[in-house]
């Protein structure tokens, strides 16, 4: 069965780094695309980040681009997600979602790892 | 950036009721929606895709419909683990964009 299980949150001061990861098992890791999508305290959805499945292709949010850095280690079935220059409207629960065919809806999701950017 | 609309933003309904919500895209999107429940304190799940097309696992209770920019998501007979909140989704084009919510209450 797929599995997606997100590590790597935690609390970080504004303008810190963290880097968040995601293992995935039960399916072909390399032929996917994997998304990053968050979620802030008591709000809504909001899509972070993507990569296609080779890793040659990525994009971002606006409200990311420049910040953070999605990659992936095919060889480990893991995906990456790189958070500089964390602001503390970056507070959310981040979850890993596997892309489903084309185009990009969202089939399996780990059960989110919690950022907390406070000073 | 295409913005999703959702409404109503909640609604009390009972066990057995048929229950309807609206997502409406600011521009075209052709079918390419995608309707999600979340129950709190866990990850989204996917029900619907391409607008009509049931994920695989989900009660048949669900459906969804619409094209373009205007979408429903419909539940057939409200069950008590339907009580939750769902998202809309447009797979248009990057970034994709989600509906604000719709929560589902017990009345």
């Known amino acids: 069965q797929v599995q997606l299980v997100e590590s790597g949150g935690g609390v970080v001061q504004p303008g810190g780094s963290l880097r968040l990861s995601c293992a995935a098992s039960g399916f072909t890791f390399n032929i996917y695309g994997m998304h990053w999508v968050r979620q802030a305290p008591g709000k809504g959805l909001e899509w972070v980040a993507y990569?296609?499945?080779?890793?040659?292709?990525?994009y971002y949010a606006d409200s990311v681009k420049g910040r953070f850095t999605i990659s992936r280690d095919n060889s480990k079935n893991t995906l990456y997600l790189q958070m500089n220059s964390l602001r503390t409207d970056d507070t959310a629960v981040y979850y890993c979602a596997k892309k489903q065919g084309n185009p990009d809806y969202f089939d399996y999701w780990g059960q989110g790892t919690l950022v907390t950017v406070s000073s | 950036d295409i913005q999703m609309t959702q409404s109503p933003s909640s609604v009390s309904a009972s066990v057995g009721d048929r229950v309807t919500i609206t997502c409406r895209a600011s521009q075209g999107i052709s079918s390419w929606l995608a309707w999600y429940q979340q129950k709190p304190g866990k990850a989204p799940k996917l029900l619907i895709y391409a607008a009509s097309s049931l994920q695989s696992g989900v009660p048949s209770r669900f459906s969804g419909s619409g094209s373009g920019t205007d979408f429903t998501l419909t539940v057939s007979s409200l069950q008590p683990e339907d009580f939750a909140t769902y998202y809309c989704?447009?797979?248009?084009?990057?970034?994709?964009?989600f509906g604000q919510g719709t929560k589902v209450e017990i009345k």
């Open positions: 989704q447009q797979a248009n084009s990057f970034p994709q964009t």
């Open positions: 990569i296609r499945y080779d890793g040659g292709n990525t």
